[in-house]
T-cell receptor
Framework: IAGITQAPTSQILAAGRRMTLRCTQDMRHNAMYWYRQDLGLGLRLIHYSNTAGTTGKGEVPDGYSVSRANTDDFPLTLASAVPSQTSVYFC????????????FGQGTRLTVV | AQSVSQHNHHVILSEAASLELGCNYSYGGTVNLFWYVQYPGQHLQLLLKYFSGDPLVKGIKGFEAEFIKSKFSFNLRKPSVQWSDTAEYFCAFYSGGYQKVTFGTGTKLQVIP
């Protein structure tokens, strides 16, 4: 069982380019999340989805969009990348929104230059 | 808005020393509480969780945490740390009111052999 798979594991991206970070889970979890991890700031929630077909904004949604067309996939798109979006991005899922533990992917290290 | 405070950003201990990491949350209602650990270069993993019942919760690898509702705290403890405990520790909580999991900024623990 893979759990949560994120792709790519790392990426260097030119500013202004569009980028989609992929996240797939095989645990049939209802809730999925995208966090960014920055030194000294911990994990900050970008977007979340409590069930397929619904999404919501987290603490730092600006510049990012998500979709949840099905249970397994939760891609995160940067429409026009900026250097401040340089970060490590973690996708996570849980059986229900916060009532059970979250399982995390291995992360995507994104550098915007 | 809900928030989590972790008071210690960086802790350095010698092996066999006792550990206590502070965590306070700000929310007046019912919460689910978590401690996650992130070993160097890895993703976050659940250490322990509290939903209800006995406020003293035991987790993996000898860690425990105590929920003190009156103090809005959920401090993490371990009587004797090992070098392998070197990691970053994140406190998190979920509230039904916001339906999101909020993470603290993390505490880096360095254990010196």
């Amino acid at each position: 069982i893979a759990g949560i798979t994120q792709a790519p594991t790392s990426q260097i991206l030119a500013a202004g380019r569009r980028m989609t970070l992929r996240c797939t889970q095989d645990m049939r979890h209802n809730a999925m999340y995208w966090y960014r991890q920055d030194l000294g700031l911990g994990l900050r929630l970008i977007h979340y989805s409590n069930t397929a077909g619904t999404t919501g904004k987290g603490e730092v949604p600006d510049g990012y969009s998500v979709s949840r067309a099905n249970t397994d996939d939760f891609p995160l798109t940067l429409a026009s990348a900026v250097p401040s979006q340089t970060s490590v991005y973690f996708c996570a899922s849980s059986d229900s929104a916060g009532n059970t533990e979250a399982f995390f992917g291995q992360g995507t290290r994104l550098t915007v230059v | 808005a809900q928030s989590v405070s972790q008071h210690n950003h960086h802790v350095i201990l010698s092996e066999a020393a006792s550990l206590e990491l502070g965590c306070n949350y700000s929310y007046g209602g019912t919460v689910n509480l978590f401690w996650y650990v992130q070993y160097p270069g890895q993703h976050l993993q659940l250490l322990l969780k509290y939903f209800s019942g006995d406020p003293l919760v035991k987790g993996i690898k000898g860690f425990e945490a105590e929920f003190i509702k009156s103090k809005f705290s959920f401090n993490l403890r371990k009587p004797s740390v090992q070098w392998s405990d070197t990691a970053e520790y994140f406190c998190a909580f979920y509230s039904g009111g916001y339906q999101k999991v909020t993470f603290g900024t993390g505490t880096k623990l360095q254990v010196i052999p």
